[in-house]
């Protein structure tokens, strides 16, 4: 069964400290996978895409790590802010013929406070 | 539209009614989600549609459940007899085909059955 596993469920953390959020992942054939950030009250919005052959990309003090062969991700932030308060989803997409479909974690809650 | 609309934004319903809620993808987007996400939880999938192919409704929670989608257009997610679990912000995504699909979320609509 296509699965995706995040951790810890919620997390929190002073401000200017760095953390980092798990995604360990079943699904079969992989594609890519993305992290969304979840602002309260709002839609989940992309943050990064990792493909197959990528093992780290920076998106600001946003850095995700690939290892496909274990099937882990992780997302680091660095220097936190209180605005980065969210909650964090690890999206993978299944790979193979035209369909790619999307299965989603259930998310890490972070709260930053001051 | 530029983006995901979904309508209501808010809906305060009496238990044992029924409700429906709409969902206006963006326009060329072959993929459409449904999702649930009751108050600190993490998103619950209910039902994926994929162009012209037989939808995936493996997350439907109960027959009371269903949704329907003509082609490529708008989704509508329907809740027979409401009951008070079924609170909850009911979210809709919708992504392109291809090798690395972004879902794209609406706002939500926030239903509460009293």
């Known amino acids: 069964k296509n699965q995706v596993e995040q951790s810890p469920q919620s997390l929190i953390i002073l401000e200017g400290k760095n953390c980092t959020l798990q995604?360990?992942?079943?699904?079969?054939?992989?594609?890519?996978l993305r992290w969304y950030k979840q602002d309260t009250g709002r839609g989940p919005v992309s943050l990064t895409i990792?493909?197959?052959?990528?093992n780290t990309k920076s998106n600001g003090r946003y850095t995700a790590t690939l290892d496909a062969d274990t099937k882990q991700s992780s997302l680091h932030i660095t220097a936190s802010q209180l605005s980065d308060s969210a909650s964090y989803i690890c999206?993978?997409?299944?790979?193979?013929?035209?369909?790619?479909?999307?299965?989603f974690g259930k998310g890490t809650l972070l709260t930053v406070n001051p | 539209g530029a983006g995901v609309s979904q309508s209501p934004s808010n809906k305060v319903t009496e238990k044992g009614k029924d409700v429906e809620l709409r969902c206006d993808p963006i326009?060329?987007?072959?993929?459409l989600y449904w999702y649930r996400q009751r108050l600190g939880q993490g998103l619950e999938f209910l039902i994926y549609?994929?162009?012209?192919?037989?939808?995936?409704k493996s997350g439907l929670p109960s027959d009371r459940f269903s949704a329907e989608r003509t082609g490529e257009s708008v989704s509508t997610l329907t809740i027979q007899r409401t009951q008070q679990e079924d609170s909850a912000v009911y979210l809709c995504?919708?992504?392109?085909?291809?090798?690395?699909?972004?879902?794209?979320f609406g706002q939500g609509t926030r239903l509460t059955v009293v």
């Open positions: 995504a919708s992504s392109k085909q291809g090798r690395a699909p972004e879902a794209f």
């Open positions: 990792m493909t197959f052959s990528e």
């Open positions: 326009s060329g987007h072959t993929a």
């Open positions: 999206v993978v997409s299944l790979g193979g013929g035209s369909n790619y479909k999307l299965t």
């Open positions: 549609f994929q162009g012209n192919s037989a939808p995936d």
């Open positions: 995604c360990n992942y079943t699904v079969s054939p992989f594609s890519n």
